[in-house]
C-alpha cells in the first residue's frame, strides 16, 4: 500500500471521528463546500511556489494539496480508488482524444 492509499484511507477513517480530536474530522465536518475551499487554498499555494521555484516549498505544498485533495473527495464520497480507476480507464489515451471525447 502506497503512502498516498495510506492518507486516504485515514481520511476515511476519520469521516465519524470526533472533531474535537481529529483535524480531518472538523474539515469534514463543515462540509464538502468547505472542504473544497481549503483545497483551492491549497492549490494556489502550491502554485505561487512553483511560480517561485522554490523546489521544498512545493513539494510541501504539494503534499498539502494531495491531502486536501482527499478530503474533499471523501467529503463528496468519492475514493481514491474512483479516481484511481479513471486514471487507469485514460491510460493509453491521447490526452487531446481525451479531452476531445469529454462533454462540456
Given amino acids: 500500500m502506497s503512502?498516498?492509499?495510506r492518507l486516504a484511507a485515514t481520511v476515511a477513517a476519520r469521516k465519524g471521528a470526533d472533531p474535537d480530536e481529529s483535524w480531518t474530522a472538523r474539515l469534514l465536518a463543515k462540509g464538502p463546500e468547505k472542504c473544497a475551499e481549503k483545497f483551492g487554498e491549497e492549490a494556489v499555494e502550491a502554485i505561487i511556489e512553483a511560480v517561485r521555484g522554490?523546489?521544498?516549498?512545493?513539494?510541501s505544498e504539494a503534499a498539502d494539496v494531495l491531502y486536501h485533495l482527499l478530503v474533499m473527495l471523501a467529503a463528496r464520497d468519492v475514493s481514491l480508488a474512483d479516481v484511481l480507476a479513471e486514471l487507469e480507464r485514460?491510460?493509453?489515451?491521447?490526452?487531446l482524444a481525451e479531452k476531445a471525447g469529454r462533454k462540456g
Avoid: Y
Fill in 54 to 59: 522554490d523546489r521544498a516549498r512545493l513539494t
Fill in 90 to 95: 485514460r491510460e493509453g489515451t491521447s490526452g
Fill in 3 to 5: 503512502a498516498l492509499e
